[in-house]
């Protein structure tokens, strides 16, 4: 299992809304094992009986013909 130290960060733009950072530590982004890449739709869910943030790619739509 790859493993990281990170923070979250609050970030509030000037149009009032407020946004939050995670950094991904780059050892563990340019590891062969790192599922994502830059531009990669995620879905985050949390569960909150186990204080635990779960993030995945999101599968991708099939095109209409």
Do not use: C, W
Not at 17 to 39: M, T, V, W
Request: charged share 35%; net charge positive; aromatic share 10%.
């Amino acid at each position: 299992m790859l493993q990281g130290r990170s923070y979250l960060r609050k970030k509030t733009h000037v149009s009032g809304n407020e946004y939050y950072y995670i950094h991904i530590p780059a050892r563990l982004a340019h590891d062969s094992q790192f599922p994502f890449k830059e531009g990669d739709e995620l879905i985050i869910s949390i569960d909150a009986a186990r204080s635990k943030m779960i993030i995945e790619k999101a599968k991708k739509r099939k095109k209409r013909k």
